[in-house]
């Protein structure tokens, strides 16, 4: 997929009091080392004024900076997704980003096993109707059977951009789980709470490093020793005495592989329906675990964005959000 993104240069933009570079410039909005490194190496990807430029050429209020971009797909994008036409609930869509809630017990992408009936194949078919080459690059990935909003990026700049941001923390991703048991705001559990990040909205604290079980390719432990650090917030919505279940808002500050669920296990309170680290035979059919929110800036227009979408029948079945949502 092609994209031309285009920056009006309304006021002159300096760096240490000089004019700066269109490098300078578009590293301001967020642009990675591989797209400077694309713009550099590809000719006519970078223009100003509607004539080919180097990136370190300077900029001054008025110009016309355009950069161009057009998909090469690594060996691992280039794999051909096989389009499985279904309904899409799409929440949000523009030149960049194509935001969607994911239904439950569908895999994000494609794996060895299972290479049909993804949201991957279905995005594929998506874009396949509309004649539209695509290559499929999700930014947050859910488990196959955790709901809600996924975000996935149109083109490679807004790959890149997003990617980074990610890594820099700076796409927040706010869940909604019930655990067993009642678990309170203050409960606090790990060896650095002090290196954690204060949300006083999100009072309680999971601290523990993650690591992958040996011999598994799917299973996560505790593991002081070999796991990478981990850290879980969240906010108790309300506990049903009845059924002896907790609902809570959870807020990630790292994105390991099941963090939510290692956690909650390793808390004591493991996820309700989570047949992996918790019970089998429970209160729904698979783990009670919602992606509500994603707030994140646009990769092109920096613009702040913020999306919510409702928690599925099958968990309000568990417990009642309506009034504490």
Not at 46 to 53: A, E, I, S
Not at 205 to 215: D, E, K, M, Q
Request: proline share 6%; aromatic share 8%; with cysteine.
């Amino acid at each position: 997929m092609k994209r031309t993104i285009t920056y009006h240069i309304e006021e002159p933009p300096l760096t240490l009091g000089r004019p700066s570079t269109a490098n300078e410039f578009l590293r301001s909005h967020g642009y990675s080392r591989h797209l400077m490194t694309y713009l550099r190496h590809h000719d006519s990807t970078l223009l100003l004024n509607g004539q080919p430029v180097f990136t370190n050429h300077p900029l001054h209020a008025g110009d016309v900076l355009t950069a161009i971009f057009t998909d090469e797909p690594s060996e691992e994008e280039d794999a051909h997704i096989i389009p499985n036409h279904m309904d899409l609930h799409i929440v949000y869509e523009d030149e960049d980003i194509l935001l969607v809630n994911k239904p439950p017990c569908l895999p994000v992408q494609p794996s060895l096993g299972h290479r049909e009936y993804t949201l991957g194949n279905g995005i594929a078919a998506y874009y396949e109707e509309q004649g539209i080459p695509f290559i499929y690059r999700c930014v947050n990935r859910i488990d196959k059977n955790t709901s809600g909003l996924v975000l996935i990026a149109k083109n490679m700049a807004s790959s890149a951009i997003l990617y980074d941001a990610m890594k820099k923390r700076q796409i927040h991703r706010t869940y909604v789980t019930v655990v067993h048991g009642k678990i309170e705001d203050s409960f606090r559990v790990g060896d650095d709470l002090d290196d954690a990040t204060l949300w006083p909205d999100f009072p309680g604290i999971i601290s523990l490093p993650i690591a992958r079980v040996p011999g598994s390719t799917i299973e996560r432990e505790i593991n002081a020793e070999k796991g990478k650090r981990a850290v879980t917030h969240f906010h108790v919505l309300k506990y049903d005495a009845e059924k002896d279940v907790t609902a809570l808002k959870v807020k990630l500050e790292t994105g390991r592989t099941h963090q939510i669920r290692v956690h909650m296990k390793a808390a004591g309170h493991p996820v309700v329906g989570d047949g992996m680290y918790g019970y089998e035979h429970d209160l729904i059919d698979r783990q009670a675990l919602h992606s509500r929110e994603l707030m994140f800036c646009h990769p092109v227009t920096q613009k702040p964005m913020s999306f919510t979408c409702p928690v599925p029948d099958d968990i309000r079945s568990v417990i009642d959000f309506d009034e504490i949502l």
